[in-house]
Nanobody, 123 residues
């Protein structure tokens, strides 16, 4: 499966953005999906995951209550709605896919990675 994240941009603190991750391949509906981010000079950080059906999600404490992951299997797309953005959310955001379809709590199992999209939050 090939993944492409898009929708990033520059936003003021307190604002919102919605990222999308478009996937190719007929098996998208079977994959668990995850969002990750990497800020300059920092290690990649887990943001959140969603299982194959969209019935379960899991978030890092740093984004819980502000970010929401959803998916539309008919459109082969997973979304990351980001609200109440903070300057520390500035990073390149990546989506990833896990063929097992289960809900993951880290990057374990994520076999496919897309190119990232830059999110910059100004103070």
């Amino acid at each position: 499966v090939q993944l492409q994240a898009f929708g990033g941009g520059l936003v003021q603190a307190g604002g919102s953005l919605r990222l999308s991750c478009a996937a190719s391949g007929r098996s998208f509906g079977n994959y668990g999906m995850g969002w990750f981010r990497q800020a300059p000079g920092k290690e990649r950080e887990f943001v959140g995951t969603i299982n194959w059906s969209g019935s379960r999600t899991y978030y890092a404490d740093s984004v819980k209550g502000r970010f929401t992951i959803s998916r539309d299997n008919a459109k082969n797309t997973v979304y990351l709605q980001m609200n109440s953005l903070k300057p520390e959310d500035t990073a390149v955001y990546y989506c990833a896919a896990d063929p097992s379809g289960v809900l993951r709590f880290s990057d374990y199992g994520m076999e496919y990675w897309g190119k990232g999209t830059q999110v910059t939050v100004s103070s």
